[in-house]
């Protein structure tokens, strides 16, 4: 079964497409990455987002319109997909959450916006979205989903292993044999750094490249330690957050808690380590052997150093090594989920979100023709092989 995987993740800068050809063979599903990209949003419409975004106030006029434009983005990233690679038998688009309630240590609601309708027209194929809500109506975090892919990704390991991704937040899934999984959201990856460096005007691409600006400046104890004082890091797992809590605001606020403003170089330098800190806490307290990193986060080269240098009797490898390319591990893991759905299967591990049980996930909307879908699936896959 084909199937394209679409996301724009918490560093909203644009969409990630990934197309896997699926095949399930005596338990084990077989995917072959077929096609991948990255499509960026037009600048217009990043500026229009970020400006919506908490904890900026919108409008109901502004969702509409959000929710159109990035609904055609979606739609036009998917017919260049089908153009360039071929037909498919589905597309699950995540969309682009502009808003992950949680209160506590309870997820409430999630809004991803990227209207469906728009890529079903456009493709004439069926769409699969709102992905996350069904897991948090059975009392699940909706997030990380990931950990879906990463338990049968790392299911061979002998040992414990953990699947890091560092997108704008950084998430993680722990996996200690069958049985033994969880995953949460650590804390931001990402979403400081791009919020500093886009506010600032740092780079011209709205990033830290290669990490660049962080190597060239010095950690600032004093914040550093404001920064680590975060009640969230505190929360027990299953947990999950977003840049409703980590965002430009919340640095200025941390600024002013240490009582002085680093320059900008050494601002980033902070923040960066305030990502590698919090992650190497939580991946030796996991007492795992093996690191597989993925995300954008990955490709910063300061980030992984610092990583490395904290984990000593961690091996850290990208998750490439394991058939998933770094940048389209997500965009994988949403096409693994339109699979599961497809057959009937649940696309959660509730040990990784928090629920009371599995569920099958997202809503369908039909492409030119009838809705119609493979014979379900008693069993679910034990393990999951991906190459290209």
């Not at 209207?115 to 059975?138: C, M, N, Y």
């Not at 953990?162 to 950084?170: D, E, H, K, T, Y």
């Not at 610092?306 to 000593?312: E, F, S």
């Amino acid at each position: 079964m084909r199937i394209l995987g679409m996301i724009s993740g918490t560093s909203h800068d644009g969409i990630d497409v990934a197309l896997v050809d699926f095949d399930l063979r005596d338990g084990v599903l077989d995917g072959r990455v077929g096609y991948t990209t990255s499509t960026p949003y037009s600048p217009e419409l990043r500026a229009r987002l970020v400006e919506a975004l908490p904890p900026a106030e919108t409008t109901l006029a502004e969702v509409c319109v959000l929710d159109t434009l990035i609904g055609q983005s979606f739609a036009e990233a998917a017919a260049t997909a089908i153009e360039q690679a071929g037909p498919v038998d589905l597309i699950v688009s995540h969309g682009q959450t502009v808003f992950h309630w949680v209160e506590g240590a309870h997820a409430h609601g999630t809004l991803q916006l990227g209207q469906p309708a728009w890529i079903a027209e456009r493709t004439g194929a069926p769409v699969l979205s709102d992905v996350r809500i069904r897991d948090i109506t059975a009392g699940g975090h909706g997030a990380p989903l990931v950990s879906v892919l990463d338990a049968l990704l790392l299911a061979g390991h002998q040992g414990s292993a953990a699947a890091l991704n560092l997108g704008g937040i950084a998430n993680m899934t722990v996996v200690r044999g069958p049985d033994g999984l969880v995953a949460y959201d650590i804390g931001p990856a990402n979403a400081l750094v791009d919020a500093v460096v886009s506010s600032g005007k740092l780079s011209e691409r709205g990033f830290d490249e290669d990490g660049a600006i962080a190597a060239s400046g010095r950690v600032d104890q004093r914040l550093l330690d404001v920064l680590l004082d975060e009640p969230y890091y505190l929360l027990p797992a299953p947990k999950s957050t977003g840049k409703e809590l980590f965002h430009l605001a919340y640095v200025e606020e941390a600024i002013a808690r240490a009582g002085h403003r680093p320059g900008d170089a050494d601002l980033v330098a902070t923040l960066t380590e305030l990502t590698v800190r919090a992650v190497a806490r939580d991946v030796l307290a996991s007492g795992v052997d093996l690191l597989v990193v993925s995300g954008g986060g990955c490709r910063n080269p300061v980030i992984m150093k610092g990583l490395r240098d904290a984990l000593p009797g961690v091996t850290v490898a990208l998750s490439d090594d394991y058939g998933a390319p770094a940048d389209d591990k997500e965009a994988i893991a949403f096409a693994l989920i339109g699979w599961c759905t497809a057959h009937g299967l649940p696309g959660t591990v509730p040990a990784g979100t928090g629920a009371r049980a599995s569920r099958i996930l997202g809503t369908l909307t039909p492409g030119a023709g009838p809705l119609v879908l493979p014979a379900p699936i008693a069993d679910p896959p034990r393990s999951l092989t991906l190459g290209r």
